[in-house]
């Protein structure tokens, strides 16, 4: 029997709210991998999802953590370390929520409070998290941290919303920790840029489905899913990519590089024909 990628590591994990969330599979496979893990989430998170299964089936602890207040990731890192029995090895920041979305507030007419606590609680957070484990040199030489980022950091998504500007700073933040986590304490920092999953979050978002189903149509090799996106994370917390830092890394089957591709030329020629057809049929009636 071979040894787990992970075996002998240790992590923390934020954001899995049940079997739907990337953050969840992420947990499953490093577990598969021998890391033992710490999981988070907010309470109100944690009351909602069904962490505690998780932890049960990767014999994890569960520490519960707003990650917008210094107190709550203090407390959940400072807990950590000592479940641990000191340093550990890698992050997983997988967290994002904006009000503007849920209220189906359009990006034109923005509530700018509401703006404010995407960005808290979107992309602030990560610098949080990153903030006190440098204060608290929680994570050891050569350790991972990786967050969740999409495609809508770079490119306009509509209805993507606020959310596009607040993965443009969670990627920042990104690289401006990962120089200085990299150059002072051999820590790499990376985002991942996953196609759009579906999860309890992502189908909150005006026209997923059809997102989904466009960017499926794009992609050569197809979305890449929360199980295709965990086996990433693995590899990204493991040692083979020691020298992998400041990267904003696309996990899209291909999308990010794409133009048009032959699939969704196909079906946007459908749709000429089904309005040539109305056409006619009009006529003749």
């Not at 979305?101 to 923005?110: A, L």
């Not at 306009?156 to 690289?175: C, F, H, P, Q, V």
């Not at 150059?183 to 579906?198: G, L």
């Not at 929360?226 to 890394?249: I, P, R």
């Amino acid at each position: 029997m071979r040894e787990g990628l992970l075996k002998g590591k240790k992590g923390i994990i934020f954001g899995a709210l049940n079997e739907m969330s990337i953050a969840w599979q992420v947990a499953l496979r490093a577990h598969a991998e021998g890391a033992e893990l710490v999981l988070t989430n907010s309470p109100v998170a944690m009351r909602l999802g069904t962490i505690n299964e998780l932890a049960k089936i990767t014999g994890s602890k569960v520490i519960a953590a707003d990650a917008t207040k210094m107190e709550d990731i203090e407390n959940l890192l400072t807990e950590s370390m000592k479940i641990f029995g000191g340093k550990f090895d890698f992050i997983l920041h997988s967290i994002g929520m904006s009000p503007n979305v849920r209220k189906d507030i359009p990006y034109e007419s923005t509530n700018y409070e509401n703006m404010l606590k995407t960005f808290d609680i979107s992309a602030l957070s990560f610098h949080r998290v990153l903030q006190t484990a440098y204060k608290l040199d929680a994570i050891k030489e050569w350790g991972s941290v990786v967050a969740l980022s999409y495609v809508a950091a770079q490119r306009t998504l509509s209805g993507y919303n606020d959310m596009g500007d607040a993965k443009a700073l969670l990627e920042s933040i990104a690289r401006s920790f990962g120089y200085i986590y990299g150059r002072e304490r051999k820590v790499r920092i990376n985002t991942v840029s996953q196609s759009p999953t579906v999860t309890t979050a992502g189908s909150g978002i005006h026209g997923f489905d059809s997102l989904v189903d466009f960017s499926e149509r794009m992609s050569p090799l197809g979305n890449a899913t929360a199980a295709d996106c965990a086996d990433y994370c693995v590899t990204l917390f493991s040692d083979l990519t020691k020298k992998v830092t400041m990267q904003n890394l696309f996990h899209d089957g291909g999308f990010s590089s794409m133009g048009m591709s032959l699939k969704a030329i196909s079906q946007y020629q459908k749709s000429f024909d089904e309005c040539d057809c109305d056409e006619k049929k009009s006529d003749i009636y």
